[in-house]
């Protein structure tokens, strides 16, 4: 059986191809449609021309080009941070993290779905692991207890959860934490999106930049790809100075760096996506607790619909019928069956929302 989703093509922020036929696309993560900004096409293009596509060596060698470090420093100044790091990717920046920081702690207590990166990069810190259940910060201080007085303490999560949008209480966390413990946030689906500014789960949590390390990608609400390392300054030079997969990785390619830069311009001077995302993902998820398919309306901009193999296969038509995508996927966390995971995006039009909506109430409602 061949693990791969079947091919297709996006041609906008909410549309792909599929085969010969174009459908409307709920799914993915490019949740303001910066991926096809034409301003930042336009970036990326003109760095195609002018600088090529890669530089070819690490950053420790002969690979750190100026855009780089320009990018880190519009990054830094966007989240309000001491400093930032790049790396290949997002799943990568918890690893160079981990490198970095590796031997700092003594246990790592852990929410028990975190993301898969997250969970190796547990691994290279060396400290012992401690789970506790999802989103309890009760079971996180049950746990706490029984560590010992003078145990060196890291927190590790996902900010924001990919299946369906719920935010880590971190500021619950952060209270009952012992005051010399360390918070590690994944970050990767709340930047962008949540918070006043678009800082992700830490604003929106309102949790202060002590002891904190935020990890993102810049491949989601960002629209291009990447990954980046938020903290104090120390800690970004470990990473530079300590992690083998930095100082052995060629960065990402300068057209996307340049893209990259385009992004953090649009989410300091443009609200507006963020807000229609907002208003999107409020207007749907209402509706759907309302009608029984959700539980609750979680604030990230996704959300899952579990089904039977015959329900499956009847929302699948319908919603090719209506000119929809089915998002149905299998991934690490989820059912094994598969599940529909579903994303919105700012550039969905409110028709096209509504349409999503009739589908799945007709559909999914329980009879």
């Keep these: 059986m061949n693990p791969l989703a079947q091919p297709m093509r996006r041609i906008g922020a909410t549309r792909v191809l599929l085969g010969a036929r174009e459908l409307e696309y709920f799914a993915g993560c490019d949740y303001l449609g910066l991926g096809w900004e034409p301003k930042l096409l336009a970036a990326v293009a003109n760095a195609v021309l002018g600088e090529g596509v890669g530089v070819g060596a690490s950053r420790r060698t002969t690979g ?91 927190l590790m999560t996902d900010g924001v959860f990919a299946r369906d949008g719920s935010v880590a209480p971190l500021r619950e966390y952060r209270k009952r934490l012992r005051p010399s413990s360390w918070l590690w946030v994944d970050d990767c689906h709340g930047v962008g999106v949540l918070g006043r500014r678009g800082r992700g789960s830490v604003e929106f949590e309102g949790v202060l930049a002590e002891r904190l390390i935020q990890t993102l990608t810049l491949s989601k609400a960002f629209g291009v790809q990447g990954g980046v390392i938020l903290g104090d300054a ?112 700012s550039e969905h039009t409110p028709q096209s929302v509504e349409n999503l909506l009739e589908v799945l109430e007709a559909v999914g409602k329980p009879k």
Excluded at 131 to 146: A, K, T, Y
Excluded at 297 to 302: H, L, S, V
């Design 64 to 154: 750190n080009h100026p855009l780089y470090g320009e990018l880190e420093r519009a990054l830094q100044r966007f989240f309000g941070v001491r400093a930032a790091l790049l790396t290949g990717t997002g799943y990568t920046a918890n690893w160079v993290a981990a490198e970095a920081m590796a031997g700092r702690f003594s246990h790592v207590l852990m929410d028990e779905r975190s993301h898969t990166s997250v969970q190796q990069a547990a691994g290279v810190l060396g400290a012992k692991v401690q789970r506790f259940r999802h989103r309890d910060p009760e079971d996180l201080e049950r746990v706490q207890r029984r560590l010992p007085a003078g145990s060196r303490i890291v």
């Design 234 to 345: 120390d800690v970004i030079e470990a990473a530079m100075e300590r992690s083998p997969c930095f100082a052995g990785s060629t960065p990402l390619a300068l057209p996307l760096a340049a893209g990259a830069l385009v992004s953090v311009t649009q989410l300091v001077s443009d609200s507006e996506r963020r807000e229609r995302l907002m208003s999107h993902t409020k207007r749907v998820k209402v509706r759907l607790v309302s009608c029984g398919l959700l539980d609750v309306a979680t604030p990230g901009p996704m959300f899952f619909v579990d089904a039977s193999p015959r329900l499956a296969g009847r929302m699948k038509r319908h919603l090719l019928n209506q000119g929809i995508l089915p998002p149905w996927i299998h991934y690490p966390g989820g059912p094994a069956s598969g599940y529909f995971r579903f994303a919105l995006c």
